[in-house]
């Protein structure tokens, strides 16, 4: 697939308001509300005069046969009663809280899961908001198949269309536009990341993020590997030496007109790490395909800012290499200059995301930006202490703080950690300024975010997310998140620079 195939991708299903059913729907869809007392039965979310009184006893009756409980994540299939143009409907369980949106948007995302095969599909969910309904839809229909043949490929594709029960009201058709918008960038991070390392190197990385960065009307700027090492870049050019795809460096500008805030972003982008010369285990080794998931939730993020023309300037800076292990890779105990002149021991080649991030960072700072965030799938140390659905959010406290409580309130559930000043001793070099790891086992993901620190300019805000759990689903889908590719922290990222274009 070259770069202009991927970028004209369709990524998710057309979606648009609507008043009414129409003839050529296949599928209703509706909220099922679980009873808040045993004994009692589920009551339905549906719109207003959806169904008459007969419609709705008949529904309710055929659902309570097939025990329907509204529980979240239940999904019941009954027929459509005559009166009704679809042929069925599928009730999906909310729970007994309709004003949570992820409670909503998950739903929205399980029903999209069970109805391939359904062409255009309507729904009422949408009367307990349009936004979640949307974001949910689309995400939960996304799906990866472009490396598969028709030997593979399923025959029921997804619904191709989904239309949204919902008054067109300018505030409805506004959430939707952003809800789509949003959705879409999610999507494109999961292509990026669910493209495996044999299409995706740091060349073709590039220019994926060129001809993405260029639709929307991004400024774009990309240095090789050549300029790379002439301006000082040691980190990018470390990583990256042990492979013969070299590395990249891009730079995505949105620049706002009305705004003096600057947000930066970076994301780190190791198109495929082996761990270099400290290899890593065999077992597994194929997920690492992910790990320049930060990358593409940045890359995302920048087009998603220019899409919806944030009133912020935001300016993505994104390493992008292969770690690798050969004749010319770097060693343990290989001592490099990273941009600026901080010098690093390299203890571990397996650390190398904070190295090539270290560089990003220092660059993304000559920008003089208010708030910098970073994000990356940086440390299993994440998982241990977190989970594999929980990012750690680090950095200046008060922005650490705003960015994990943005999170959790979209539903990526960020969650705030410290940078314990004992950690920091331990990053001390027998050589150099600093070690690229610790000398202990405990507190990875904190002595990660402790190294970065050490490259952020003082007196920028500053947040570090390490999504090596939350950035790719190795289980089984489950909402609005498919195997594979997952698109965290996009929403966040998006959330916190539209938080910084209205509050500054």
Excluded at 411 to 425: C, F, H, K, T
């Amino acid at each position: 697939m070259s770069s202009n195939d991927f970028s004209a991708r369709e990524r998710g299903p057309r979606i648009e308001l609507t008043t009414a059913l129409a003839k050529d729907d296949d599928v209703l869809v509706i909220g099922l509300i679980a009873p808040e007392s045993d004994g009692d039965q589920p009551s339905m979310l549906i719109t207003d005069d959806l169904f008459d009184d007969s419609t709705a006893e008949s529904v309710s009756e055929a659902l309570a046969a097939l025990d329907a409980t509204g529980k979240s994540g239940e999904l019941t299939v009954v027929p459509a009663p005559a009166a009704l143009p679809v042929s069925r409907i599928v009730a999906v369980g909310l729970g007994t809280d309709t004003d949570d949106a992820e409670a909503l948007r998950k739903a929205a995302g399980d029903a999209a899961r069970g109805l391939d095969g359904s062409a255009t599909v309507v729904t009422a969910l949408s009367a307990a908001g349009v936004g979640p309904i949307a974001e949910g839809f689309y995400l939960g229909a996304y799906r990866f198949d472009e490396y598969r043949t028709e030997k593979s490929r399923s025959e029921k594709r997804p619904p191709s269309q989904i239309r949204l029960l919902a008054a067109k009201t300018k505030e409805n058709r506004a959430a939707l536009d952003h809800a789509l918008i949003v959705a879409d960038s999610v999507a494109m991070a999961r292509d990026l990341v669910n493209t495996p390392p044999s299409h995706l190197y740091p060349a073709e990385f590039a220019e994926r993020a060129r001809v993405l960065g260029s639709q929307a009307g991004l400024r774009v700027e990309i240095l090789d590997d050549v300029e790379l090492e002439k301006s000082g870049y040691g980190g990018i050019v470390g990583v990256g030496k042990g492979s013969s795809r070299p590395p990249r460096l891009v730079r995505l500008i949105h620049e706002a007109k009305g705004s003096d805030k600057t947000v930066a972003l970076v994301g780190k982008g190791i198109t495929f790490d082996t761990g270099g010369i400290s290899i890593k285990p065999a077992a597994g080794m194929e997920a690492m395909t992910s790990d320049m998931g930060g990358a593409a939730a940045v890359v995302a993020t920048a087009v998603a800012a220019a899409r919806l023309d944030v009133n912020v300037t935001v300016i993505a800076t994104v390493p992008m290499a292969e770690n690798m292990p050969s004749g010319t890779a770097q060693r343990p105990g290989d001592v490099l200059t990273q941009y600026g002149g901080i010098t690093v021991e390299v203890l571990n080649t397996d650390a190398e995301g904070r190295l090539v991030l270290a560089d990003a960072i220092v660059r993304a700072c000559e920008d003089d930006p208010d708030y910098l965030i970073d994000t990356a799938t940086l440390t299993g140390a994440q998982m241990v202490a977190l989970g594999n659905r929980t990012p750690g959010v680090m950095g200046t406290d008060g922005f650490r703080d705003r960015v994990a409580a943005i999170s959790q309130e979209i539903g990526e559930n960020g969650w705030p950690m410290p940078l314990p000043a004992e950690i920091r001793r331990d990053l001390d070099s027998r050589v150099a300024d600093l070690a690229n790891v610790t000398n202990n086992r405990w507190g990875g993901m904190l002595a990660a975010a402790i190294f970065l620190r050490e490259f952020v300019a003082d007196g920028v805000e500053w947040a570090h997310i390490d999504v090596a759990g939350p950035a790719f689903n190795s289980g089984g889908p489950w909402g609005y998140t498919p195997k594979g590719g997952t698109g965290v922290p996009v929403r966040t990222m998006i959330a916190a620079v539209e938080d910084v274009a209205a509050n500054g």
